[in-house]
């Protein structure tokens, strides 16, 4: 398989995993503050991501100086863009959230194929255009109403192809799992003195009654889809990949019918085909 057709695996699989975050993410915030939802779930990543490093003799990679500017700036946007995720999905669905996020493609887009040098052939420019209307279709609520918290979650996607840029400078001269260790061990110790300053205080019963849901969360979402995410955008454009973000959503009405036993409407069955067919054209070889 080659490189191309490996990344757009990965695209694929990480859409299944993120497809999962609002869900659980919306479970832990339940029981506590958005800071320390943030804060716990990373924690549970960072356990497996350092292990990984200390068996496979990789720690060296979090002082490699040619990746340390990128590794700062990566761990800087990327936790920002998740404090703003976790706030802004206390104040919207995760309906909401999800097609918010989706815009993220049209910024990768604008930065990097009209304001930059990063170009798509005509089929994949297709492609991700396609992907982001299906997803749309799929997601939009019937009365879409902007609050704080979308304008929230809007910054999020807008701050997203500038971070996904400096992670996939930094993927070149480190593994995904150092890029994910770094920036979870900057932004652990920090969150967690602002979830102490700024949010109620946590009690111990509802600490155990989010445990579940906090390793779900760190585990799936914050490990295995981050991993697929950086190797992903080592293997092909920001753009594309940006465009696979497109599939979340498909993959959280699928989940919230499953576990939430909230059934799709016909307008969203319908939203499928343009997504699917997008993802097609997004698989076709770049033209010059």
């Known amino acids: 398989m080659r490189a191309e057709q490996r990344g757009l695996l990965y695209g694929w699989m ?9 869900i659980l993410s919306q479970f832990i915030l339940r029981y506590m503050g958005s800071l320390y939802a943030y804060a716990f779930s990373i924690s549970v990543a960072m356990l497996f991501l350092v292990g990984y490093l200390v068996l496979r003799r990789k720690l060296h990679e979090l002082f490699c100086k040619e990746a340390l500017f990128d590794l700062f700036m990566t761990a ?41 040098s990063e170009k798509m052939g005509v089929l994949p420019t297709i492609g991700a255009f396609l992907m982001a209307v299906g997803g749309m ?4 609520p ?30 070149e001269h480190v593994s995904a799992e150092t ?3 770094f920036r979870n061990s900057v932004a652990i110790p920090i969150l967690l003195l602002l979830a102490w300053i700024f949010e109620k205080p946590l009690s111990e019963t509802a600490l155990m009654h989010a445990l579940p849901w906090i390793v779900l969360n760190g585990v799936l979402v914050f490990t295995l889809a981050k991993i697929l995410w950086v190797e992903a955008l080592h ?11 497109s599939l979340i959503p498909l993959f959280t009405l699928l989940f919230a019918w499953l576990i939430l036993g909230e059934v799709p409407t016909l307008r969203q069955l319908v939203g499928i085909v343009p997504v699917v067919a997008g993802a097609v054209l997004i698989g076709q070889k770049e033209q010059a």
């Not at 990480?14 to 609002?22: Q, R």
């Not at 293997?235 to 973000?245: E, G, N, Q």
């Open 14 to 22: 990480l859409a299944v995993l993120e497809g999962l975050f609002p």
């Open 76 to 116: 800087l946007l990327i936790n920002l863009i998740f404090v703003l995720i976790f706030t802004g999905l206390r104040f919207t669905t995760a309906a909401n959230a999800a097609v918010i996020m989706i815009m993220q493609l049209f910024f990768a887009y604008l930065y990097f194929n009209v304001l930059g």
């Open 137 to 140: 279709i799929v997601v939009f």
């Open 142 to 171: 019937e009365h879409f109403q902007v609050n704080r918290g979308d304008l929230i979650i809007l910054l999020a996607a807008a701050i997203a192809p500038v971070a996904n840029f400096f992670q996939k400078r930094a993927r």
């Open 179 to 181: 890029v994910l260790a």
């Open 235 to 245: 293997l092909i454009s920001i753009t594309k990949l940006s465009a696979m973000v």
